[in-house]
């Protein structure tokens, strides 16, 4: 017998994400996090023809209570304050601009409609191309090119449904997501799984030794890969632990925290990853929507400042989810493998999987 299964995509986007901007030239940091990124991989993604077949959504603008859902008061207020003034430093890498809450409040508004797009059973996966960022938002803290939590603010959204009673989140970005993180360290109903460039001389947060604390002790699962890690070391975490993990979680929802500056030609990070790898997270987590209680994932847009290769490495995400065969793509070249990067990282990842058994349902 023939199930009807939805199967369709939201695409959920708004102009007015692309206002915001730092005030900061090349090469500062602040600059890469910029309207093109937008504006490039929107109209990628439009004349690659992948958009076609899904449902096009203009994002809504959330309420300035939406962001209370994680965030301190304190916070919420600081960033429309200084919106309002137009410019001015919240934290690390976090700066004003005119545009900023107008910006913020939309991408929260489309990471929110996505989970309920979802929930309705409209669609069965949503992607959020929207900006600024926000994994590296916690609590009361902007910084990182981030202001507020879109994925965690939509992650609570979701779980304030009755039928939501266990989210995964799933973050491939370059970067720890350490607001993400710090925001679910203690909730023994968010799994939070991150894959990141980790440097285990100054070991900063994201080491797999963070496994979460009281109820939560065991959600909390971080894979800190070696600079230069190459796809394989990514296929190899992607199934020996991402695959296991969400199964024995077992979610109501994913949801993903899609990074892509791990891409080798990316400015910012420093891994060696291209669009393949992107394909591989969408066409597995599509695959293990369908063997767990997950009703669908959504996808948020965090870092990638290659304006040049956000487009193909979302075009790649977007055919995984639609479960079609990977796409030959113009980032596609052939680099060399360093092997010794691939034994450490798969000693990581042995680590990682020793670290989190004792969490885990068999
Ligand atoms: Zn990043």
Redesign the pocket.
Known sequence: MIALVNDKIAFISHPKASLHRMPFPKPHLESFENPLRYQMAERYLEQSGVLSDMIRVKAPRATLKDPLLVHSPYLVDTVEMMSEIGTGQLGESAYASPDLIRAALLTVGGSMKGVDMVLAGDVKHAFVLMRP?G??ASTSNAM??CYFNNVAIATKHALQDKTIHRVSIIDF???HGNGTSEIFYTNPDVQYISF?EYDFENFGLGHYDEVGYGNGKGTNINIPLLETSPDISYESAINRIMIPAVKSFNPDLIMVSA?Y??HYADP??NMDIDSRTYWRFGREIDKIVSITNARGSVWVL????NPFTIGPSIHASLEGLSGNTQPILEDQIDREVNKLIVDSNDEIIGKVLETIKAFQKK
């Open positions: 960022p994994h590296h990182g090119l970005d370059d970067h990141h990074g500056d791990a910012v990070g965090e870092g990638g400042y």
